[in-house]
Structures are given as structure tokens and as C-alpha cells.
């Protein structure tokens, strides 16, 4: 690249990236902040555009978003951009490219800030397809972004403490929530009382969504999961059911119960398309997810590019805010060539006890190996192909796939739309349970998680100047 | 030869591997196939799993390529569950010169047998609805066929398994075993296992699996890029390539070349190949390779501008200096045979590549004279 334009591209307007850009240009730097959303806040502060104050009732630390708003305002910004890719290394500058609309646009910079965030995790159960069923954090963004609500009677499901707030939200909105089928026993949080005390702002968070669903009468079960959904067209019902410590059904304790919508969450995905793409060294954190390995300040193994948030361990967007504000800071120094100095104290001392809280989140919302007994041979893993599980075991036990990208290509499971973002998590542990087959590895991960092509792009645009002269 | 050794080992277990280990095993040999990856994890899972005939001319490399398409036919009924399809070849192109060069090409392939029809501009369209209405003209080839790579290795595989061969994967070869000059036998990560011949299909990394033997085969990667797009309703019917394709496939220039290359598949997606450069193992994305591939294939197909690109991916074609692979066994280390070097072609060769390497092992005659793939021609 001849010029970049810019110190420090951000890629991410969430709670990381936000704060990344904010820490950047306080540092003296030249910041673009690139998001496909039209606003800034990402998934946790969504809302519709210029209209925060009408679901300022859904949101929790408001003060910090728009502070993060107002630190952030001299970046300039490229919204609604969905980036397919980045390249580049330090020495002769990064691209970040991306697709608007109907136009590309190349964005140069010295180093970049990767924010990109997560999403939902998924595991297949019966009927997983039908209309009705939301994933946790859909049903959330249409509440925050649309103030939709997914359905009049919802059952929520999953794990982790992420379902809380979701229920408390459509309830909030007048939604019946019949109840919060959370898989493990969040009673477990006792044996890590430590690392919960010392974020007390958290503990806070999680008593106040309790209150809301008592206020609501929102039965909350434990140990108990939607394992099937039914419906001829739409969700009508599911079945809940008992789980033992492995999550298989317990025998006599399934349920059926009325709802016309399901929202389901199993933790969170980092999406690590963009790090991948530049070749950065990742790990398997504490929830099995594949994350990037980075260093106290935020550095990952690729010079000059940093990542932030949950694309380095999933944690909130607390954690996220600390983290990037470090990556910002560091990235700023490093483009405009002055001296790192070390990570403020306070800053270090936040982000370690906000990690100590994720690692005991994790360990009290394990995602356990008996979901795949809920399973028929019938039921579809990948939505986008229709593969089901019996292919997905097909391609293992017959055709001698042991990890999960060779299964993905052998089955089709993860090639569709979607790419395997919806599916690559349950392909993964499908083969990886299977006698023969290692525990899911980095490896394993990286093979359902790296995508080239970040986001679709049409090859008039990919082609540039010389595809509109083919149109001719 | 220790009793428990197995009459043929086959490192790689890749579509040539796969292959050879398939017909080794229907001609009644214990067979093991060992690979330090997964099933086709290398080139085999990165191509697009031709089976050609039109892009090669008269020649040794065509005599292989037409022994090898009549046998993946009867391999699709006697194996089959890999989506074979013969949906034919169209090349075509683009200047009045390009297509008397063609039409050429295409006379001088027929007088060996390969079927050939000359499609002048005005009926291009009876055969690719969709092409840009601007080329001189093309050449269709009916004896052209896809597969799915991964697909046809797995179940190759499979084919040989119920006929007593082994795979085992995540297994690497560190050495050999050898009594006197003869090789007999490999060293693994999981042990030893000595074999009566050991068949070195490794593909891009068959030069370093023959160094372990101390011999020298010129295998060297060079990479490729595909587009996928998203699943459409066939709008291409065959494989439609530009002619120019045959010149870079045949270019021992090391840097960039591109032609283009579009097909539909069975799943309903558009492949867009092809490109090739020598850059080592480089498994970064060059957007300079895609930006070009997705401007000929729009240039070919105008239809295609407002298709999406939901994948990409890349491969290491295993390429040898003079083009042609390297079949038959290493008269520098007896005992070992090469299946390996077959760069861009190597779905499409596998069969053929197979079943001599199978013939050869018996003491037959192979259906076809080797020579021209002999491991040591390329020594000075």
C-alpha cells in the first residue's frame, strides 16, 4: 500500500471496539471505526438508529456506552459496513475491505484493533427449524433494535447467564415467559465466591434480572432443557425435560409445554473469521470456543494487530470495554511510533478480575456431551444444506472422517450460507465424540471457523471496474 | 518379509491414494494406507474434481487422462456415492484466432480418439444459455466429468476397507525400513510397518516423502484459488472454460496465471477457478487472485455480477517441472513406487494412476507403457 490514511482501524463498534477507538484517538491517533450495524453499540447496546432513550429500559450501563460514544466521536466512521476480508502486516500496512451497499470500500491502516464480538451458540434438537425458534440473542436484538417481541407466550432455554436478561427484557415487554429452562445449576456459583465478589457490579446485575423475573412470576428451572420443539407449521409447543450430569434425558421427567416461541442460547461463539484471516495463533478457552491467544497488551501473535473482547475468551461486555481500551491505547502507540508505556494498574487489575469472573462463568455453564443423545439420526444439524445428524455420523463412521472439517466436507454440514457459523460448533462435537475421534482441538475449530470470504460479496464487486465492463 | 507384514502400504490417503489402495485391494493385497492428515485433507479436498480429457494435448499426459476417464465410468457404477457426473467440457474462445487454435487442438485430440464437436459463435448458445454472446467460438468435449473430490476418495476408501485394507490416519511417515538397497518397509509415528512395496501417493509432499527413501522426485506446490458462490439453479451446465486455461495449465512461468474456469455443481453452488502461482505453501488469501478470477468468470458468464462469493478457498497443486506425474517404481530404491506430481489433474488421473500402479505390483502388464512417468527421468 502506498499510504495509510489512517494510524488505527477498528474493526467493531461494541463495547471492545468502541472503547478500542476512544483509548486510539486519545492516544493522538487517526482511527476508523468500521461496523456493519447503521449505529454504534453492537449486539449488547443495540438500538434503533437515534432512538437509545426508547429501550433505555432493556439496556444496563448506559453512562458508559455514551461516554464511549463521545470519546469515539472524532474516529471516522465507515457504518454499515460488512468487512470480507483483511490483509496486510505491519510493515507495509493493513486493508481492511469491506461491502456498503452497493459499493466497496478499502480502508488503510497502520495497525488494526479486531472487535468483532460473538454470537450465539447453537446445539440441534429436534424440530430445532421451525418458525418460532429464536436463538437468545435474536430475540434480544429484535426487542432492543425493533421492540418486537418474538411471541406472546415464550419459553426461553439454554445456559448461562445470558438467558436472564433476555427473559427479563421480553418480559419487561409484556411477553408471557413461561419459564427459563437453564441446563446446569447456576447454585454452583457458590464454590466460586471469590471470583464473583470481587466484580460486584456484576453480582448486582445478575440479582437485579432475578428481582425482574420474580416481579414477572417467571418460574426459573434448573437442570432442565427444551429438547425437542414441535409444530406443523410454527412452534406450538416443546419438550422440556430433566437432565442428568451428562444432559442425558432423564426417563419419565419430559414435559410438554404450550408456547409460540422458544428462545435458546448455549453460550457464546467468538467470530474469528478476521484474526484467521491474518493468521493469528488461537487457543481453546475454558467454554470450548475458539479464541485468540493475546498478550497483556492485547497484542495477538501477528505484528500490529490487536484483538478485543470476546474474540479473545467470551466475558461481557465489561471485560470487553477494559480490553479494548487497552488494544486502542497499544495500537496507537504502536502506529504513531512512540513508546508502549505498561498497562495502568487499574486497568490490569479490571480486566484480571473480569477474566476470573468469565473463567467461573464457564465453569458453572459447561455446554456437557449429552445434548447429542436429544438427538434423532433425523434431525438436521445444518439448516442452510438440511444435513442431518445421521449424515453428519455417516460421514464419520462410514466414511472415516475424524475431525470436523474433513466430516464438514464429506456431509455438507457447514457449507451453506451460513458457513458453518450456526452449525460448526455441533458438527465439531459430533465428531469429535465419536470412538477414534480426538477431543475437539484448536485445529478442529479453526477448520469450521476460518472463512476467507468474511462476509458475501458479488462477484461484479469482487470483480471491480473490470466486472462492470463484462456487464456491458 | 515378516509375516505380519502387509503386501502393499500406500502413504497418502488422498484420491490417488485412495485409488491405489482400491484396486490393490480388489486384485486380493493386504493393504494399508497411511496418512499424517485426515482422508483427503491436502489438494484432493481443494480441487474441484475434474476428470478431463479436453485440456490436454496429444500426449502422454492425454493417454493417461483417457485410459483414467473410462475407468472412474465403471468406478461410479461399482463404487459410485461421489456424484459423478458427466456433464461434458466447453471451451471457448474469445478472438477468431483463439478459436482456429482451438478448433485445432481439438482436430489433433480427436485422431486419439477423444471426442470432440465444434460449436461455431451462433449455436454457443444452444449448449450455455448464459455465456456472453462476444466469443468466436468453442469446442465441446462430452467425455468430460466432475466428481466430488473428498467424496470419491472416502469412498474409495471405504471400497477397500470392505475388502480388508486398513486406513489410518493421523499417522506420519518418518522413514523407511530397508534390508540392503531394498526398501521394505516404513517407519511411522505409530510404529513400524514393514510391506512387501510401499506406494508414496503423497501428492504436493511426495518429494519429501521420497527424500526419506534418499531418492529425488521434483514435486513442488503451486497454488490455487477457487470462488464459491451462493447455490443457485443450474445456470451453468457444463464446465466452461477459456482456451487460454490450456496454455497457463501447460506454463512454466512461476508467477500468476489465470484463465477462466466455471461450473455448477450437484449442490447447486458455481466453482470459479483458475489460477496458478508458485509461492510455496503461502495459505494467505491474495485478493489480487480473486479480484481476477471473479472479472473473467463475470466476463464469460455476465449473468454471474449479481451472484454472491460466500466462500473461497485454496490449494497446493503438486507440480513436477516437465508437467507429467510420476508413476511406477523407483528403480534407485526397489521396493518403492511414486503415484504422485500430478499438479492440477490429480482427481482426474487417480483411476488410472490406481490401477497401474495396482498392475504393476501384480507383475502384470499395465494397461499403459509408464515410461513417460518413470520417477527417474528427471535425474541429469
Same mark, same amino acid.
Given at each position: 500500500m502506498a499510504t495509510s490514511p489512517y494510524d488505527v482501524a477498528v474493526v467493531g463498534a461494541g463495547p471492545a471496539g468502541l472503547a478500542a477507538a476512544a483509548a486510539a484517538l486519545a492516544g493522538g491517533a487517526r482511527v476508523a471505526l468500521i461496523d /456493519?450495524? #447503521?449505529?454504534? @453499540?453492537g449486539q449488547y447496546w443495540r438500538h434503533r438508529p437515534g432512538d437509545l432513550g426508547a429501550v433505555a429500559d432493556l439496556h444496563h450501563d448506559l453512562r458508559t456506552f455514551r461516554s464511549l460514544v463521545d470519546g469515539a466521536a472524532h474516529a471516522v466512521k465507515y457504518f454499515g459496513h460488512h468487512v470480507w476480508t483483511v490483509s496486510g502486516s505491519a510493515a507495509d500496512g493493513f486493508a481492511v475491505r469491506s461491502v456498503a451497499g452497493d459499493a466497496e470500500e478499502e480502508v488503510g491502516a497502520r495497525s488494526l484493533v479486531l472487535a468483532p464480538g460473538a454470537y450465539d451458540r447453537q446445539v440441534p434438537f429436534r424440530?430445532?427449524?421451525?418458525?418460532?425458534v429464536y436463538t437468545a440473542g435474536g430475540a434480544q436484538a429484535l426487542l432492543k433494535?425493533?421492540?418486537?417481541?418474538?411471541?406472546?407466550r415464550v419459553v426461553v432455554g439454554g445456559t448461562g447467564p445470558f438467558l436472564l436478561p433476555v427473559a427479563a427484557g421480553l418480559a419487561a415487554r409484556?411477553?408471557?415467559?413461561?419459564g427459563v429452562y437453564e /441446563?446446569? #445449576?447456576?447454585? @454452583?456459583?457458590a464454590r466460586h465466591a471469590g471470583a464473583v465478589a470481587r466484580v460486584a457490579a456484576k453480582l448486582t446485575e445478575g440479582a437485579g434480572y432475578a428481582a425482574a423475573l420474580a416481579r414477572h412470576r417467571v418460574p426459573f428451572h434448573t437442570r432442565?432443557?427444551?429438547v425437542a420443539a414441535h409444530g406443523?407449521?410454527?412452534?406450538g409447543a416443546v419438550t422440556v425435560a430433566r437432565l442428568d450430569r451428562e444432559w442425558r434425558v432423564v426417563p419419565g421427567s419430559e414435559r410438554v409445554v404450550e408456547c409460540d416461541a422458544v428462545a435458546v442460547g448455549w453460550g457464546f461463539t467468538p467470530q474469528l473469521e478476521l484474526p484467521l484471516a491474518l493468521g493469528v495463533a488461537t487457543r481453546v478457552d475454558a467454554d470450548g470456543s475458539l479464541v485468540v491467544e493475546v498478550d497483556e497488551?492485547?497484542?495477538?501473535?501477528?505484528?500490529?494487530v490487536y484483538v478485543a473482547g470476546?474474540?479473545?475468551?467470551?466475558?461481557g461486555a465489561p471485560l470487553a470495554v477494559a480490553e479494548g481500551e487497552i488494544a486502542g491505547t497499544a495500537a496507537a502507540a504502536t502506529a504513531t511510533g512512540t513508546a508502549l508505556a505498561p498497562v495502568p494498574a487499574r486497568l490490569r487489575r479490571r480486566r484480571r478480575a473480569l477474566r476470573r469472573f468469565a473463567a467461573a462463568m464457564h465453569a458453572v455453564h459447561p455446554v456437557r456431551?449429552?445434548?447429542?443423545?436429544?438427538?434423532?439420526?433425523?434431525?438436521?444439524?445444518c439448516r442452510c444444506e438440511e444435513v442431518t445428524a445421521g449424515e453428519v455420523r455417516a460421514a464419520v463412521?462410514?466414511?472415516?472422517?475424524?475431525d470436523a472439517r474433513t466430516a464438514k466436507l464429506l456431509s455438507?454440514?457447514?457449507?451453506?450460507?451460513?458457513q458453518g457459523r450456526v452449525c460448526g460448533y455441533a458438527t465439531a462435537c459430533l465428531t469429535a465424540s465419536a470412538p477414534g475421534s480426538a477431543p475437539v482441538s484448536a485445529l478442529d475449530l479453526q477448520g469450521v471457523s476460518e472463512?476467507?470470504?468474511?462476509a458475501p460479496i458479488s462477484l461484479g464487486r469482487l470483480a471491480g471496474d473490470a466486472g462492470h465492463n463484462g456487464q456491458q | 518379509m515378516p509375516t505380519d507384514a502387509a503386501d502393499v502400504v500406500v502413504v497418502g490417503a488422498g484420491v490417488v491414494g485412495a485409488a491405489t489402495a482400491w484396486y490393490a485391494a480388489r486384485s486380493g493385497r493386504s493393504v494399508t494406507v497411511v496418512d499424517r492428515?485426515?482422508?483427503?485433507?491436502?489438494t484432493t479436498g481443494a480441487g474441484e474434481g475434474n476428470i478431463l480429457?479436453?485440456?490436454?494435448?496429444?500426449g502422454a499426459e492425454l493417454d493417461l487422462a483417457r485410459l483414467s476417464s473410462g475407468l472412474w465410468r465403471e468406478l461410479a457404477v461399482?463404487?459410485?456415492?461421489?456424484?459423478?457426473?458427466?456433464?461434458g467440457g466447453l471451451v471457448v474462445a474469445s478472438t477468431p484466432a483463439g478459436f482456429d487454435t482451438l478448433v485445432s487442438l481439438a482436430a489433433s485430440q480427436r485422431d486419439t480418439g477423444v471426442e470432440t464437436v465444434v460449436v461455431p459463435a451462433g449455436e454457443l448458445a444452444e449448449h450455455e444459455?448464459?455465456?456472453?454472446?462476444?466469443?468466436?467460438g468453442g469446442v465441446l468435449y462430452p467425455g468430460d466429468a466432475q466428481v466430488q473430490p473428498m467424496l470419491a476418495a472416502a469412498r474409495l476408501l471405504r471400497a477397500a476397507r470392505a475388502k480388508g485394507a486398513q486406513v489410518r490416519t493421523g499417522v506420519e511417515v518418518t522413514g523407511f525400513l530397508r534390508s540392503g538397497g531394498r526398501v521394505t518397509g516404513v517407519r511411522t509415528s505409530a510404529g513400524d510397518l514393514p510391506a512387501g512395496a510401499i506406494v508414496n501417493?503423497?501428492?504436493?509432499?511426495g518429494g519429501e516423502v521420497a527424500s526419506l527413501a534418499g531418492v529425488d522426485v521434483p514435486v513442488l506446490p503451486r497454488r490455487g484459488f477457487i470462488l464459491v458462490t451462493e447455490?443457485?439453479?443450474?445456470?451453468?451446465?457444463h464446465k466452461v472454460y477459456a482456451a487460454e486455461y490450456v496454455a497457463d495449465v501447460a506454463s512454466d512461468d512461476a508467477d500468476l496465471q489465470t484463465s477462466p474456469v466455471v461450473e455448477g455443481t450437484e449442490a447447486g453452488t458455481i466453482l470459479i477457478g483458475a489460477s496458478r502461482e508458485r509461492?510455496?505453501?503461502?495459505?494467505t488469501l491474495s485478493v489480487r487472485v480473486l479480484r481476477a478470477l471473479a472479472a473473467q468468470a463475470v466476463a464469460l458468464f455476465?449473468?454471474?455480477?449479481?451472484v454472491q462469493v460466500i466462500r473461497a478457498y485454496r490449494g497446493f497443486r503438486p507440480y513436477c517441472p516437465d508437467h507429467l506425474p510420476v508413476i511406477g517404481p523407483d528403480p534407485r530404491a526397489p521396493g518403492l513406487y511414486h503415484a504422485c506430481?500430478?499438479?492440477?489433474?490429480g482427481i482426474g488421473l487417480a483411476a488410472a494412476t490406481g490401477r497401474l500402479i495396482a498392475q504393476l505390483i501384480d507383475g502384470e502388464d499395465p494397461d499403459l507403457d509408464v515410461t513417460p512417468y518413470r520417477p527417474e527421468r528427471f535425474e541429469a
Open positions: /456493519a450495524g #447503521r449505529q454504534p @453499540g424440530s430445532w427449524d421451525l418458525p418460532g433494535g425493533n421492540e418486537v417481541l418474538v411471541g406472546r409484556g411477553a408471557r415467559v413461561v /441446563a446446569n #445449576r447456576p447454585a @454452583g456459583w432442565r432443557a427444551v406443523d407449521d410454527v412452534v497488551h492485547q497484542r495477538t501473535s501477528v505484528p500490529g470476546e474474540a479473545c475468551g467470551v466475558g456431551d449429552g445434548w447429542q443423545t436429544w438427538l434423532g439420526d433425523d434431525t438436521l444439524v463412521d462410514e466414511l472415516g472422517a475424524t455438507r454440514a457447514g457449507m451453506g450460507w451460513c472463512r476467507p470470504i468474511a | 492428515g485426515s482422508v483427503a485433507g491436502g480429457v479436453s485440456d490436454k494435448p496429444p461399482e463404487v459410485g456415492g461421489f456424484e459423478y457426473d458427466a456433464k444459455p448464459h455465456l456472453t454472446p462476444s466469443l468466436a501417493a503423497a501428492g504436493t509432499w447455490p443457485l439453479p443450474r445456470i451453468v451446465r509461492v510455496g505453501y503461502d495459505r455476465p449473468v454471474l455480477a449479481g506430481g500430478h499438479e492440477g489433474a
